[in-house]
């Protein structure tokens, strides 16, 4: 690619005539370099890429900008591939190649832009609402392979939160907040499960009624380990109230 360049010398004579003053053109001839091809091509991709330019002659370099200007022999000279990384990233690659001689081929341009896929929405079971007794909570992700992160304190969760491994047991009242990960993923929406437990209300038998006898009365309760006051005078029953621990016979009017 070395450039060549020839002086050229010419007279015009004619038959009976003077000859001609000597005519003289200096003439360079440089190889026209064809334009840089990227690759991979310009395009949205879901992972990182390294760009590649490539198409100038031997002895040629290539250079190029990704503000957006015209590249020219002055701007950044390629030496390796352009990394493109990052979720969000958008990156407009121009560049021309510049031969030995000083040409510059046309210019070529290449669009990128990197988005990742994102990690499916955890799915929890069982639904948030209330609940009258400690269950176990489990969590899935449609995504393969993916990890999921959880919190228990109503924060927004992250890769250094609880790992979930197993089922989650609730036995108190709490938000469970759940997000998944993956390597090469965009984190998933967080899944916010809210639940509430209580003591569900006791059930006396037998029903109430008039009774021609003296009447023995249970309580019990769906919750497991529920504690039981009572009082026999028609008053509100407090902590305060007689503790109930097991049957009790009733023998007059309460």
Do not use: W
Request: charged share 15%; with cysteine.
């Amino acid at each position: 690619n070395i450039p060549n360049t020839m002086q050229v010398r010419a007279i015009a004579v004619k038959s009976g005539t003077q000859p001609s003053i000597q005519g003289r053109r200096t003439f360079t001839t440089d190889e026209v370099n064809p334009a840089p091809q990227f690759s991979p091509v310009g395009g949205t991709y879901n992972y990182d890429i390294d760009v590649t330019l490539t198409g100038s002659l031997a002895g040629s370099t290539i250079h190029y900008t990704t503000d957006g200007s015209t590249p020219n022999g002055s701007s950044t000279l390629y030496t390796g591939p352009i990394p493109i990384h990052e979720h969000g990233t958008d990156m407009t690659i121009k560049a021309v190649a510049k031969s030995s001689g000083g040409s510059l081929s046309l210019v070529t341009t290449a669009s990128y832009a990197i988005r990742y896929p994102q990690v499916a929405t955890p799915l929890a079971l069982p639904e948030s609402g209330t609940y009258f007794n400690d269950f176990d909570m489990t969590a899935s992700c449609a995504t393969t392979a993916a990890k999921l992160y959880y919190t228990t304190d109503g924060s927004d969760p992250d890769s250094g939160d609880i790992l979930y491994g197993s089922a989650v047991t609730i036995d108190k009242i709490q938000q469970v907040n759940i997000i998944g990960t993956k390597e090469g993923y965009r984190d998933s929406n967080a899944t916010t499960m809210t639940y509430t437990l209580k003591v569900a209300t006791p059930q006396v038998t037998p029903l109430p009624g008039t009774y021609s006898d003296s009447v023995q009365v249970s309580i019990t309760c769906i919750t497991r380990d529920a504690t039981f006051y009572y009082p026999v005078d028609g008053s509100t029953p407090t902590t305060g109230s007689m503790l109930y621990s097991g049957p009790f016979t009733l023998t007059r009017t309460t």
